[in-house]
């Protein structure tokens, strides 16, 4: 509600408002009807309520106005219907946010009319959900609020005060907030958030300070955007720190086994080193440079108190480093001669846990789909990466200088053949793995559409 006072030499004080029709309406004792001021009566003002929430649910702001000598004895002038339509995109972009599970709620000044209509064009009814009015928020205490509050879609006739309360609400019960505002009054709000998302454009300097985002466009689909970005990023490094612990484990499992049983040194220093260093390196880092899913925004959102190393990721870490130990002394095994270790063993057994790593590094792009699925030339780092690891070690073992430095021997095509229809094992394992998981997952959904039913 705002009010203006007017004041002219040697004419009275005349006061100008604006605002929620049931606040101006409060303050007016007659009507304006072809500029002759007649007494407010109940029918009249009943008249009023009825065109203001028709209004309301054409989705209409709505704003009363009134003028008058003092508060108390304003005459009311009628209604002004504000046209202030959704943007483009925000029905698709709150349609993929609900159904990857998060929960859109809309917080606004206006009716409760207006912000029905505004919730249906832009799909945030579904005939579950409730709205609450600002009152409602203020009387209700904070215990009641946590409780009720992930249940309630829109919140009508509401203060800066209320999104704050609103915000502790769903902290409390367990949520993680993102609150986006443009004014000053909601710089409060804003820093309470888990993320507080200002406007770019229309959003006042106050609001961006105290925002952890600001939307450059004020567009509320970026917002999707950003979540698919920081779902792609924490993707990357559960596939980063797949491929780098396996790798590792089997490569000291190696090393401990053959000390622990008293055998030979599967590989030597200058082997380990390259693996470790050329190997690893290239693989690893193109996998953090992985482009998003574009199925990874409908994934539920994740807890809070998971870490990255899940029960699952860790099982599939063994998984993935007990093949490729097996894998290795098999073929340390089978070309070992009575006599002693030989640069053709150590070249095999090398060749063979490189070969593994990249097969493995393969599987890792991701950890629910195949790669069928998400395209082998999608990421052209990682096949730079992998085709330099391959010449690079093609270049270990066929290169005169280099075989001395690290003690290796040519090997034959039917060698290369062998080691890499051996090695493909633990990608066919891994990608084996996340159809079981596909399948498991698929049962259990269907399973709790039923019990749902």
């Known amino acids: 509600m705002k009010r203006t006072v007017q004041e002219e030499e040697e004419e009275e ?50 704003l009363a106005l009134a003028s008058g000598p003092e508060l108390g004895r304003l005459t009311f002038l009628g209604l002004v219907g504000i046209i202030d339509p959704p943007r483009d995109g925000v029905k698709e972009a709150v349609q993929i946010l609900t159904e990857s599970g998060v929960s859109v709620k809309m917080i606004t000044g206006d009716a409760l009319e207006t912000a029905w209509s505004i919730a249906r064009k832009i799909g945030l009814c579904n005939g579950k959900m409730k709205a609450m009015s600002g009152e409602e928020v203020e009387t209700v205490t904070e215990s009641a609020l946590s409780s009720t509050v992930k249940n309630v879609s829109i919140f009508f006739r509401t203060s800066p005060k209320h999104k704050l309360k609103i915000i502790k609400a769903l902290q409390r019960a367990g949520a993680v907030v993102g609150m986006t505002g443009d004014g000053v009054n909601d710089a409060v709000a804003l820093k309470s958030a888990d993320i507080g998302i200002a406007m770019g454009r229309a959003g006042t300097d106050v609001s961006k300070e105290a925002a952890n985002m600001i939307l450059v466009d004020d567009n509320f689909s970026t917002i999707m955007n950003a979540i698919e970005e920081g ?211 698929r049962t259990r959904t269907d399973k709790d559409q039923q019990e749902a039913v």
């Open 231 to 441: 779902k792609g990023i924490f993707y990357n490094i559960k596939n980063f720190v797949r491929f780098q612990l396996s790798t590792s484990i089997s490569a000291l499992s190696l090393i401990t086994l053959s000390t622990v049983f008293n055998l030979p040194n599967p590989l030597n220093a200058m082997q380990i080193l390259w693996i470790n260093i050329i190997m690893d390196g290239p693989p690893a880092q193109s996998l953090g440079v992985e482009p998003v899913d574009k199925d990874a925004i409908r994934h539920p959102p994740r807890s809070i108190t998971d870490t990255i190393l899940s029960r699952s990721l860790i099982l599939k870490i063994l998984l993935s480093a007990a093949v490729i130990i097996s894998g290795t002394l098999f073929v340390f095994w089978k070309e070992i001669p009575e006599s002693g270790i030989t640069p053709r063993t150590t070249t095999m057994t090398f060749t063979c846990f490189v070969f593994f790593d990249l097969f493995n590094a393969l599987t890792c792009r991701s950890q629910t789909k195949l790669i069928a699925e998400i395209g082998i030339l999608r990421n052209r780092m990682f096949l730079y990466s992998v085709l330099g690891s391959i010449l690079g070690q093609m270049a270990v073992i066929y290169i005169p200088p280099l075989q001395k430095i690290f003690q290796t021997e040519n090997l034959g095509a039917l060698d290369l053949l062998f080691l890499t229809g051996l090695a493909s094992s633990v990608f066919i394992l891994s990608e084996l793995v996340k159809v079981c998981e596909k399948f498991c997952c």
């Open 13 to 62: 004080e005349v006061y100008f408002m604006k605002g929620a029709f049931a606040e101006v309406m409060q303050h007016c004792s007659t009507f304006n009807s072809g500029g002759i001021s007649l007494p407010l009566t109940p029918q009249q003002k009943a008249v009023y309520a009825q065109e203001e929430k028709h209004m309301g649910s054409l989705g209409l702001r709505v």
